[in-house]
């Protein structure tokens, strides 16, 4: 499909192709672990086991690759298993890596606990100032990890500027776009190197998948990837696949709708006594606002916010809460909530990356606004 189309229409028609065989709209769930050759080496379609390539995984990866403006796209069992492939395809024992002060727990993880185990170092640094990003680089720095909206105090990184830097480095830009999904931001455009998504975020929408993904242009490296994503085989299965391609179909409008209900939450949030600080690109006041609405189409469905009475109050909210469901994870139509200092961000604690104990994390859904904005006013007190 031609990448003149608009998003709305990739995202239902890329990598959608009519079953050759009977007319499906849909593509099928291929869900098969070897395929018939016609004679030794004769392939059909380039298909000879499951792990190397399922035409269910090649249909979501040409979709997303398509979403992203890519050359190429790579489907993962998860958001953490993408990252891994990159990382061990990117880097060897001794390289360096510049990551943000504020990300996903499991990003911190990946590279405290484990990445590190196998040589390779790292720096935090606020990726919203380029200065520090710059002082952060070493002689044997590879990439520089940003998440934008970042994870969970939805900081901004100026992609453009810091794409800038890791070129002048000689380094990778990696781009977790979770947060803002190809329909609000999209970082090749903006010069990143790579994109990194959990699938299982708003690329699914439904809480009912895991999965994870990688996009690139260059070709070289999409190559590389593809050798490392099937020698390590942390692949998405034909039916997770095939959940995360039906999800896209509609995240355009879902995006709409949470940035909607978003932008009435922050505005509730900021009148409220109990409320001491609302954390939202949206928000003209929050310090990354005038980059995120140049490099975003709108502000996404993710709300933070601190809780007056420190981290008791802050987690009877969660508590209290009743539409808003207690939960981890993120990106579901449904609306969810979470104390991220003792849920999501765990594992940070007493590190540069530790969040305050008084944050609650919002996940706003699609459901009625005034709903939503009812069940918070309740939870608050």
Same mark, same amino acid.
């Given at each position: 499909?031609?990448?003149?189309?608009?998003?709305?229409?990739?995202?239902?028609?890329?990598?959608?192709?009519?079953?050759?065989?009977?007319?499906?709209?849909?593509?099928?769930?291929?869900?098969?672990?070897?395929?018939?050759?016609?004679?030794?080496?004769?392939?059909?379609?380039?298909?000879?086991?499951?792990?190397?390539?399922?035409?269910?995984?090649?249909?979501?990866?040409?979709?997303?690759?398509?979403?992203?403006?890519?050359?190429?796209?790579?489907?993962?069992?998860?958001?953490?298993?993408?990252?891994?492939?990159?990382?061990?395809? &990117? =880097?060897?024992?001794? *390289?360096?890596?510049? %990551?943000?002060?504020? $990300?996903?727990?499991?990003?911190? !993880? /990946?590279?405290?606990?484990?990445?590190?185990?196998?040589?390779?170092?790292?720096?935090?640094?606020?990726?919203?100032?380029?200065?520090?990003?710059?002082?952060?680089?070493?002689?044997?720095?590879?990439?520089?990890?940003?998440?934008?909206?970042?994870?969970? &105090? =939805?900081?901004?990184? *100026?992609?453009?500027? %810091?794409?800038?830097? $890791?070129?002048?480095?000689?380094? !990778? /830009?990696?781009?977790?776009?979770?947060?803002?999904?190809?329909?609000?931001?999209?970082?090749?455009?903006?010069?990143?190197?790579?994109?990194?998504?959990?699938?299982?975020?708003?690329?699914?929408?439904?809480?009912?998948?895991?999965?994870?993904?990688?996009?690139?242009?260059?070709?070289?490296?999409?190559?590389?990837?593809?050798?490392?994503?099937?020698?390590?085989?942390?692949?998405?299965?034909?039916?997770?696949?095939?959940?995360?391609?039906?999800?896209?179909?509609?995240?355009?409008?879902?995006?709409?709708?949470?940035?909607?209900?978003?932008?009435?939450?922050?505005?509730?949030?900021?009148?409220?006594?109990?409320?001491?600080?609302?954390?939202?690109?949206?928000?003209?006041?929050?310090?990354?606002?005038?980059?995120?609405?140049?490099?975003?189409?709108?502000?996404?469905?993710?709300?933070?916010?601190?809780?007056?009475?420190?981290?008791?109050?802050?987690?009877?909210?969660?508590?209290?809460?009743?539409?808003?469901?207690?939960?981890?994870?993120?990106?579901?139509?449904?609306?969810?909530?979470?104390?991220?200092?003792?849920?999501?961000?765990?594992?940070?604690?007493?590190?540069?990356?530790?969040?305050?104990?008084?944050?609650?994390?919002?996940?706003?859904?699609?459901?009625?606004?005034?709903?939503?904005?009812?069940?918070?006013?309740?939870?608050?007190?």
């Amino acid at each position: 499909m031609s990448d003149q189309h608009s998003f709305e229409t990739l995202a239902i028609h890329a990598g959608n192709t009519a079953d050759p065989l009977t007319g499906a709209v849909v593509p099928p769930i291929y869900q098969v672990s070897t395929y018939k050759q016609d004679g030794v080496g004769g392939l059909r379609g380039g298909y000879e086991y499951s792990r190397s390539a399922n035409p269910t995984r090649t249909a979501l990866e040409e979709n997303l690759a398509a979403l992203e403006g890519g050359r190429r796209g790579l489907a993962f069992a998860s958001g953490l298993a993408a990252e891994d492939c990159l990382l061990r395809t &990117l =880097l060897t024992p001794g *390289d360096h890596v510049v %990551i943000p002060n504020d $990300a996903y727990g499991g990003t911190f !993880r /990946l590279f405290a606990k484990v990445a590190s185990r196998w040589g390779v170092e790292f720096s935090v640094a606020d990726t919203s100032d380029v200065a520090a990003v710059r002082a952060a680089i070493q002689p044997r720095t590879k990439a520089i990890w940003v998440e934008t909206p970042s994870n969970p &105090l =939805l900081g901004i990184t *100026d992609i453009a500027a %810091i794409a800038g830097v $890791a070129r002048s480095a000689g380094a !990778r /830009l990696v781009v977790d776009n979770t947060f803002a999904s190809p329909y609000l931001q999209q970082p090749l455009a903006l010069g990143a190197d790579v994109v990194v998504h959990s699938t299982t975020k708003y690329m699914g929408g439904h809480s009912d998948v895991v999965g994870g993904a990688l996009i690139v242009n260059d070709p070289e490296l999409s190559e590389e990837l593809a050798y490392h994503q099937n020698a390590m085989g942390a692949v998405a299965g034909p039916f997770d696949a095939w959940l995360v391609l039906r999800g896209i179909k509609t995240l355009a409008v879902r995006m709409d709708r949470h940035s909607e209900n978003a932008t009435k939450v922050t505005d509730l949030l900021t009148r409220h006594p109990k409320v001491t600080q609302v954390l939202y690109p949206g928000l003209p006041e929050h310090q990354g606002h005038e980059v995120a609405a140049k490099q975003m189409k709108a502000f996404g469905g993710m709300v933070s916010f601190r809780v007056a009475g420190g981290e008791e109050a802050a987690v009877e909210v969660c508590n209290r809460a009743k539409l808003f469901t207690l939960g981890e994870s993120l990106g579901g139509v449904e609306s969810l909530l979470e104390h991220p200092g003792r849920m999501t961000h765990a594992s940070a604690a007493g590190s540069p990356l530790e969040v305050p104990a008084d944050l609650v994390r919002l996940s706003v859904g699609i459901e009625n606004g005034d709903d939503l904005l009812a069940d918070l006013t309740q939870a608050l007190g």
